[in-house]
């Protein structure tokens, strides 16, 4: 192996670890916030890049449906839930059903006009990010009190149901969305695409922002609160409800963004959200689900393992990287002193 390799491996690594890192950034922001381990996280990955590829062909996404049965579902649920008080309905309409119905008819527009390439990808990000806060609502806030067991039981059978229905609106053939620019550029031996690079400038943003965010931010500062004591929290006025419907929004987001990027550099599945999620929740474990530095950092440093044993052993690769969670456990399970759980 010379150096020209290494380098190649290191920038597949940075670029795939990059993905991961922002997959993690969410997970930590989830579970800090809600206490749910979010395994479908990367299945907004996937609903983004199918999104966008049925633009790409000219096709309907079968996203709209997937949104109006969120929207109408939410909106059932708020109206019997809150049929006493028309002041919460109305609020609650406007966080969870209205912006699925809404997004829904602008993606149906948006692939009847053939609109252009940003429009589309705006577009698809405003989708699957309407996805997140309903999601909330129809899955996790009835169950918002329960154990962490519970409320993983609940995620995983989320996952299926999400796949399930991948399956069912986009079909299994794999896509591969247009990327964002064609430019590359060489540094020595080595060519870089751009795509790559908006990859790592978006990653380096995003890092900055939910820093200047939970730092300053009215709405950051009340996720932090919700994190360190749920309890307190709700005494001073955070509605714990308005927390995890946040928190989602801005996991959703997150997810729609890393499909759009992750599009044109990979093939896409309807069931490629299980395998891309769970790599960044190897990341997030290594950050104990609380530290979202280590957190980031865990999951460059899963990326650069894939990339560098599918050289050495592609046979394993899977298997090297998962095992990397498992002295991590290890040591947390050796060096954390239990304490019960807060409610």
């Known amino acids: 192996m010379d150096s020209t390799i290494v380098a190649l491996l290191a920038?597949?690594?940075l670029t795939n670890g990059s993905i991961y890192c922002l997959l993690a950034l969410a997970l930590v922001l989830v579970f800090a916030v809600t206490r749910v381990i979010f395994v479908p996280q990367g299945e907004f990955?996937?609903?983004?890049?199918?999104t966008m590829a049925s633009f790409d062909g000219a096709r309907t996404p079968g996203t709209v449906w997937l949104l109006l049965a969120l929207g109408g579902a939410a909106w059932l649920a708020d109206t019997v839930k809150l049929r006493r008080e028309p002041r919460r309905m109305a609020l609650a309409w406007l966080a969870t059903?209205?912006?699925c119905v809404a997004a829904a008819g602008l993606v149906a527009w948006v692939a009847a006009s053939k609109a252009p390439f940003v429009v589309q990808a705006l577009t698809t990000?405003?989708?699957v990010t309407a996805m997140g806060p309903a999601v909330y609502r129809l899955a996790f806030q009835p169950v918002a009190s329960a154990s962490v067991l519970v409320l993983l039981i609940v995620a995983v059978a989320l996952h299926f149901v999400?796949?399930?229905l991948a399956l069912l609106f986009f079909g299994a053939e794999g896509v591969r969305t247009p990327a964002f620019t064609s430019a590359s550029f060489s540094f020595g031996n080595i060519t870089v695409s751009g795509q790559s690079l908006l990859v790592y400038a978006f990653t380096a943003v995003l890092i900055v922002v939910m820093a200047v965010f939970f730092r300053y931010a009215l709405f950051g500062k009340a996720l932090r609160a919700t994190a360190a004591n749920?309890?307190?929290?709700r005494l001073v006025g955070i509605s714990p409800d308005f927390a995890g419907r946040l928190c989602f929004t801005l996991a959703a987001a997150i997810g729609a963004v890393s499909g759009l990027l992750i599009g044109p550099i990979t093939t896409v599945y309807y069931d490629s959200g299980f395998l891309i999620g769970l790599k960044g929740f190897v990341g997030a474990i290594v950050g104990g689900l609380v530290s979202y530095p280590i957190a980031a950092g865990g999951a460059l440093f899963v990326g650069l393992v894939e990339s560098f044993s599918s050289f050495w052993a592609s046979a394993y690769k899977e298997v090297l990287v998962f095992t990397l969670i498992i002295p991590v456990l290890l040591w947390r399970s050796l060096s954390t002193t239990h304490s019960d759980e807060e409610e």
Do not use: C, F, I
């Not at 990955?45 to 199918?50: K, M, S, T």
């Not at 749920?230 to 929290?233: K, M, V």
């Open 230 to 233: 749920r309890t307190g929290a």
């Open 125 to 127: 990000v405003l989708a």
């Open 97 to 99: 059903a209205a912006p």
């Open 162 to 164: 999400l796949t399930g």
């Open 45 to 50: 990955v996937v609903y983004a890049a199918l």
């Open 11 to 13: 920038q597949d690594g």
